[in-house]
């Protein structure tokens, strides 16, 4: 079983960076597929960046694209998510989760963080 805790979250103004972090515990890390959620108010909570176990593959949704990098240091069993260029809508909660299967595949992520709230001003 994986555990995770999310840190690096805050307030930075448009164009700013941020670099989220996401510590897990657990034997198992090194064998899962890591993902970034994030979910608005009033909205789902969305994939935005995944990671193969390896770090071998990667996803991100289209609106992040050239702008996030998701990484992952197995040897210090954390997954990274660096945002570049934020803008005022990429404001919301950011969840670290993990799964066993493939990194687009949302329902396979079981195992969540408790959020990091991410706020971009204008």
């Known amino acids: 079983q994986v555990q995770l805790l999310e840190s690096g979250g805050g307030l930075v103004q448009a164009g700013g960076s941020l670099r989220l972090s996401c510590a897990a515990s657990?034997?198992?890390?090194?064998?899962?597929?890591m993902g970034w959620f994030r979910q608005a108010p009033g909205s789902e909570r969305d994939l935005v960046a995944a990671?193969?176990?390896?770090?071998?593959?990667?996803y991100y949704t289209d609106s992040v694209k050239g702008r996030f990098t998701i990484s992952r240091d197995n040897t210090k069993n954390t997954v990274y998510l660096q945002m570049n260029s934020l803008k005022p809508e990429d404001t919301a909660v950011y969840y670290c989760?993990?799964?066993?299967?493939?990194?687009?595949?949302?329902?396979?992520?079981?195992?969540w963080g408790q959020g990091t709230q991410v706020t971009v001003s204008s």
């Open positions: 990671i193969s176990y390896s770090g071998g593959n990667t």
């Open positions: 657990g034997r198992t890390f090194s064998s899962s597929t």
């Open positions: 989760a993990a799964s066993i299967y493939y990194l687009t595949w949302t329902k396979g992520y079981d195992i």
